[in-house]
């Protein structure tokens, strides 16, 4: 059986890269399971979705814990303990990152056990106005050249089934990236091996504990205690800053900062739009809404610099 998990950020197309993924075996002959897990529902939050594929059926659940492949759309989530991006990987296991870095640079961070290979991202791959990225598309093309059972005809079949619905202009991008992540994986073709069947004989079941009764006063949410979310800096799941162009600012504020969903945008002395970066989530509903087109995006790993040099 294949085990393949997805990793990456809201809004990268993990979700459907599973689905291109899991689509493309079956069309190959394969028995297929695929599903995302994710927890906030916003752009930048770390979502992962898993694909296993077998000719016979699958009886397996839940998360894969011991996958053959694992492939990271942003390569932010590395370093992020709680996207356990690298959770189960063994000697045999391939890990690739859509990254600008090479794969030696990241065998030398990593000193991983099994294969590492980069996947470079497309230039401007972070293009916000077009309100979709095609980065889930390329490595779903990617990891189906390394399975090395997935015709290319299958790949483009499935991504036009599983991008009908979101126009032909997004599906005609995303087929191109998909042959490109497919083609640069050329070279290491069918370089993926099937994994054992995972066995249950040494489960066992989590012990119970006992906790004693605890006063309703301490035990209870403080749900009346104000300002408890603000020590959650909810903004390290930013990959695109909006910026204010102060020059292009009519100081409506009340546009922006009313129609933020997490109300991370206030006004400072003079009346312009004050972002606090801490805890906004880079959704850009600003930048969608701003009448006077004064919000652009910048990709966050290139405005922490500015802002360091900035302060410096």
Not at 188 to 212: F, K, M, N
Request: hydrophobic content about 45%.
């Amino acid at each position: 059986m294949y085990r393949i998990r997805f990793h990456g950020r809201g809004g990268q197309g993990i979700k459907t890269a599973g689905r291109i993924l899991g689509s493309a075996l079956f069309r190959a002959g394969y028995e297929v399971q695929d599903a995302p897990r994710y927890g906030a529902e916003r752009r930048g939050a770390p979502i992962f979705a898993y694909v296993r594929a077998a000719r016979g059926p699958i009886r397996e659940r839940g998360v894969i814990r011991r996958p053959d492949l694992v492939v990271v759309a942003d390569d932010t989530l590395v370093a992020l303990p709680a996207a356990d991006v690298l959770q189960g990987l063994e000697a045999r296991s391939v890990l690739l990152v859509h990254s600008a870095e090479p794969a030696q640079v990241w065998v030398e961070r990593l000193n991983a056990a099994g294969t590492v290979l980069a996947l470079a991202p497309a230039e401007g791959e972070a293009d916000a106005l077009a309100g979709h990225t095609t980065a889930g598309a390329c490595c779903a093309g990617a990891a189906a050249r390394l399975l090395g059972v997935v015709p290319i005809g299958a790949l483009e079949a499935a991504i036009g089934e599983e991008l009908a619905a979101l126009g032909p202009d997004l599906a005609a991008r995303s087929l191109a990236r998909a042959r490109e992540g497919y083609e640069a994986m050329a070279a290491h073709a069918g370089r993926v091996r099937e994994g054992g069947p995972v066995s249950a004989a040494a489960y066992r079941p989590p012990d119970w504990v006992d906790l004693s009764a605890e006063d309703v006063t301490r035990a209870a949410p403080a749900i009346h205690r104000p300002l408890t979310s603000v020590l959650v800096r909810t903004g390290l799941w930013r990959t695109l800053r909006p910026v204010l162009d102060p020059d292009r600012c009519s100081r409506c504020w009340w546009v922006c900062g009313s129609l933020c969903p997490d109300g991370a945008i206030g006004r400072d002395a003079l009346g312009y739009p004050l972002i606090d970066y801490d805890h906004c989530k880079g959704c850009l509903v600003c930048l969608a809404q701003c009448p006077a087109h004064a919000i652009h995006a910048v990709p966050e790993h290139e405005a922490q610099p500015a802002e360091r040099q900035g302060a410096a």
